[in-house]
């Protein structure tokens, strides 16, 4: 969802209707997500990362290098299926990129107590994060 959103907003969207389950299998409805769900999801992150939980599944204590990888996974799978179908604008692709770099920064300053809301940023300052956690 965080990527989804991400990508929405860097596009000049405040809200988006996401279904990331195309491609899968079974009947998915769509969602319609804007900041104040994104804000929970950084949070509630966060709140992992700061009482370094285990993830139910594999008993791994949550670091962001786990959650570097799975907001990795997560965007590799999107572009992935962007690619699979008629959507795959290289600025698309770019978007995605930059959302998935945006929020690393996000979560690491959450977890630093640092609670700016994503509002409070322009597009020019949150891409500026994405370029230089791309370095």
């Known amino acids: 969802m965080l990527l989804e959103y991400l990508?929405?907003?860097?596009?000049?969207?405040?809200a988006?209707?996401?279904?990331?389950?195309?491609?899968r299998p079974g009947s998915h409805a769509t969602l319609m997500e804007d900041l104040a769900t994104a804000r929970i999801s950084v949070a509630q992150v966060a709140q992992r990362l700061i009482h370094c939980a285990k993830c139910a599944d594999s008993n791994?204590?949550?670091?962001?290098?786990?959650?570097?990888?799975?907001?990795?996974?997560?965007c590799?799978?999107?572009i992935h299926r962007l690619r699979q179908s008629s959507l795959q604008a290289p600025q698309v692709v770019e978007r995605?990129?930059?959302?998935?770099?945006?929020?690393?920064?996000?979560i690491r300053r959450?977890?630093?107590?640092?609670f700016t809301s994503l509002g409070q940023y322009n597009r020019?300052?949150?891409r500026s994060w994405a370029v230089r956690s791309a370095l």
């Open 7 to 14: 990508e929405g907003w860097l596009d000049g969207r405040g």
């Open 16 to 23: 988006k209707g996401i279904n990331s389950m195309v491609g």
């Open 60 to 74: 791994e204590i949550h670091t962001l290098g786990l959650v570097n990888a799975l907001l990795k996974s997560e």
């Open 76 to 78: 590799d799978d999107i």
């Open 96 to 106: 995605y990129r930059q959302a998935r770099w945006i929020a690393q920064q996000w």
């Open 110 to 114: 959450y977890t630093k107590l640092d």
């Open 124 to 126: 020019d300052e949150l």
